[in-house]
């Protein structure tokens, strides 16, 4: 019980940090559209974004087993600032990245980041 409190303790402290990339929606915030659309030959299998002042970029914002496949897009909705957004596709146990981008979400609009495989 004290262990499992312990990492309970430990993993609130971490996502206070930002180490879970930040919050995306913030109450009071207007919100913009961020758009990612695969024109690559591979599956997206994760995409991480993150406020630009978290320490890392977070966890994967999929959803459990959904892929962004060749000529499929995918939408989030984010308060207006500035992101990192990284996408990639894994082979077997290693993980190849498409593409890393620093982007800026205005309220009410739609951002969009075309990914190739070659960015």
Partial sequence: MIRSLSVLAAVTL???CG???GQ???????????????QGNAAITAVTIS?????S???NRLQDGYVIQPGRGARFTLSAGCYDV?????????????AQR???VSAGRETRLNITGDN
Avoid: I
Wanted: aromatic letters at 12%.
């Fill in 86 to 98: 990284a996408a990639g596709y894994g082979l077997g146990d290693r993980s190849y990245a498409y």
């Fill in 19 to 21: 180490l879970d990339g």
């Fill in 24 to 38: 995306l929606v913030r109450p009071g915030v207007p919100t913009g559209t961020f758009v990612m659309f695969n």
């Fill in 51 to 55: 406020t630009c002042e978290a320490n």
């Fill in 14 to 16: 971490l996502s206070a």
């Fill in 102 to 104: 620093r982007l800026t």
């Fill in 57 to 59: 970029h977070g966890l």
